[in-house]
C-alpha cells in the first residue's frame, strides 16, 4: 500500500512540475510538442492540438518536450521557429525553465496550509496560543560527543521533566530548560524524557564550555503542539513553513554538495525512492495531515534539487541562459545537448546509487 501511495505522491508533484513548464510555455506562445508522465518506453499516448500526452513505463519521473529547448536546425531556422523555445526573449525563458520549481513551491504551501487546517503536530514558537493545544518541549538535534549524546538522548524525545536533587521541574519553555541546565553548576540532572508511548529517565552531567561560565548538555530544542488553524491563518502559518524550509533544505544540499566536493559528504540522511516510500508509509500511519505535510516537504527538496545549476536539471537550463545573456550570443547546441545528455546520465547513476543504498539499509 505505501509503494502505491508513494506513486501517486510522485505523479501528482511530477504533474505539478511539469505542469509549471506546460502552461507557462503555452502562455508564451512556445510549441509544447509532449508532456509526458514517466519516462519510456511509452503505454500510452494521445494527441490533443498540437501535444502529445503520454504515460511511460517508468514511473519516476516526467517531462514536457519544449520545442526549441534542446536546439536543433528546426528550431533554429526552421518553418515554425517563431514559436521556438531559443527565439523567446531570455526573461520569457527564465520563466518558462522556473516556473516547474515555482508550481512545486506552491504546492507545498498549499499541502502545509491544508495540513495546519486539519490538525498537525508542529512548531508553535510563532503561532497563537489559543489555535494550540498540548505545548511540549521536543529535542530537536543531540551532538554525539555531548553530555546528551553519551547518555543516549535522542531526538525527537519529548523533556517531560527534569529533576536536579529533590526538585522535579516540568520545564513549559526551551528557555526554562536551559536556565536549569546553566544553573546546574555541573550537578547532574535526570531528564524525564518520552518518545510515542515509552518513557524513561536518563542522568545528565552538563558540561561547563570552554571560556565560558556556561553549562551546556549538547541539545537543540523546540516548542511543539497540536495545532489547528483556521483557513486564513493557516495559509499565513503555510507560507511561512514553507519559506523556513525551503532555506533549510537549501542549506542541508549545499552542504552535501561541499562535502561531495571535498570528499567529506555523508550520505547517510539522503534517501532514494525505495527509502522515501518507507517514510511515505509511515506519515500515512500518522494520518492525513502529517501524510500532506511530508508530500509538501517532499515537494520543497524537488523543487531545491531542481534549482541546482547542474546539466540536465533545471537550474543547470537557466544558468545556461543566463550565460547566453553575459556573452551576448547562443551557447553552441552541440555542447549544451551534450551537456544535459551527459548530466541526465550522472543523475541516473547517482539515483541507482542511492537507490542500492536504501535497499543495503533495509537488508
Do not use: C
Amino acid at each position: 500500500m505505501s509503494i502505491i501511495i508513494f506513486l501517486i505522491i510522485l505523479a501528482v508533484l511530477v504533474l505539478v512540475h511539469e505542469f509549471g513548464h506546460f502552461i507557462s510555455a503555452k502562455k508564451l506562445g512556445v510549441r509544447v510538442d509532449e508532456f509526458g508522465l514517466g519516462f519510456p518506453p511509452k503505454i500510452f499516448s494521445k494527441k490533443w492540438g498540437e501535444t502529445v500526452y503520454s504515460i511511460n513505463a517508468v514511473p519516476f519521473g516526467g517531462f514536457v518536450k519544449i520545442f526549441g529547448e534542446n536546439p536543433d536546425d528546426e528550431s533554429i531556422q526552421g518553418p515554425d521557429s517563431a514559436r521556438s523555445f531559443v527565439h523567446k526573449p531570455k526573461w520569457a525563458q527564465v520563466l518558462i525553465l522556473s516556473s516547474g520549481v515555482l508550481m512545486n513551491i506552491i504546492l507545498a504551501w498549499v499541502f502545509f496550509s491544508i495540513s495546519l487546517m486539519s490538525g498537525l503536530t508542529t512548531g508553535v514558537s510563532d503561532i497563537p496560543a489559543q489555535y494550540v493545544e498540548d505545548r511540549r518541549v521536543i529535542i530537536t538535534s543531540v551532538l554525539s560527543e555531548s553530555p546528551a549524546g553519551t547518555a543516549g538522548i535522542r531526538a525527537g524525545e519529548e523533556i517531560m521533566a527534569i529533576v536536579r536533587g529533590s526538585e522535579n521541574v516540568l520545564p513549559q519553555t526551551v528557555e526554562e530548560v536551559q536556565n536549569l541546565v546553566k544553573e546546574s553548576q555541573g550537578t547532574p540532572l535526570d531528564f524525564v524524557l518520552r518518545e510515542g508511548a515509552k518513557e524513561r529517565t536518563l542522568s545528565v552531567t552538563p558540561l561547563q564550555k570552554a571560556d565560558s561560565d556556561v553549562y551546556a548538555v549538547g541539545i537543540s530544542m523546540d516548542i511543539v503542539g497540536n495545532v489547528s488553524l483556521p483557513i486564513h491563518t493557516a495559509f499565513v502559518e503555510g507560507a511561512r513553513l514553507t519559506f523556513g524550509l525551503f532555506v533549510g533544505i537549501s542549506s542541508h544540499i549545499y552542504n552535501l554538495l561541499a562535502g561531495i566536493v571535498t570528499g567529506t559528504a555523508d550520505f547517510s540522511g539522503v534517501a532514494g525512492p525505495v527509502g522515501i516510500a518507507g517514510l511515505v508509509g509511515e506519515a500515512r500511519e500518522l494520518g492525513f495531515a502529517y501524510l500532506m505535510s511530508f508530500t509538501a516537504f517532499i515537494s520543497l527538496n524537488l523543487a531545491v534539487l531542481n534549482l541546482i545549476p547542474f546539466p540536465a536539471l533545471d537550474g543547470g537550463r537557466i544558468f545556461f541562459v543566463l550565460i547566453e545573456a553575459v556573452i551576448r550570443r547562443p551557447i553552441k547546441p552541440v555542447i549544451a545537448n551534450t551537456l544535459n545528455v551527459v548530466g541526465f546520465g550522472l543523475l541516473l547513476v547517482f539515483m541507482i546509487f542511492i537507490t542500492v543504498k536504501d535497499v543495503m539499509k533495509l537488508l
